[in-house]
């Protein structure tokens, strides 16, 4: 069965750094384009960044460019997410998700919280 867990998450003091992580099992990760989206409180679930399975096609949403970088480990089933620069705004839920099968799964979620 597909399994996506997030770990990583925490508070950190704006201008901070953290790296995010999402084991996946259950699919052939290697051949899956791999999804960091994030929630905050009252907005609507938005994409943050992908990276396709061979690592040739990364996207990044506006307000992250320059600041996050998305990288996967086919090896390891795991893929991440350094954050760096983090601003208040930044807080959410960080969720990864992938497509299996025509069926979108999510993870649990990792918060991260970015406050003085």
């Known amino acids: 069965q597909v399994q996506l867990v997030e770990s990583g998450g925490g508070s950190v003091q704006p201008g901070g750094s953290l790296r995010l992580s999402c084991a996946a099992s259950?699919?052939?990760?290697?051949?899956?384009?791999m999804y960091w989206y994030r929630q905050a409180p009252g907005k609507e679930r938005e994409l943050v960044a992908s990276i396709t399975s061979t690592g040739e096609r990364i996207t990044y949403a506006d307000v992250v460019k320059g600041r996050f970088a998305i990288s996967g480990d086919n090896a390891a089933n795991t893929v991440y997410l350094q954050m760096n620069s983090l601003k208040p705004e930044d807080t959410a839920v960080y969720y990864c998700?992938?497509?299996?099968?025509?069926?979108?799964?999510w993870g649990p979620g990792t918060q991260v919280t970015v406050s003085s």
């Open positions: 998700t992938a497509v299996v099968a025509f069926r979108r799964y």
């Open positions: 259950g699919f052939t990760f290697s051949s899956r384009t």
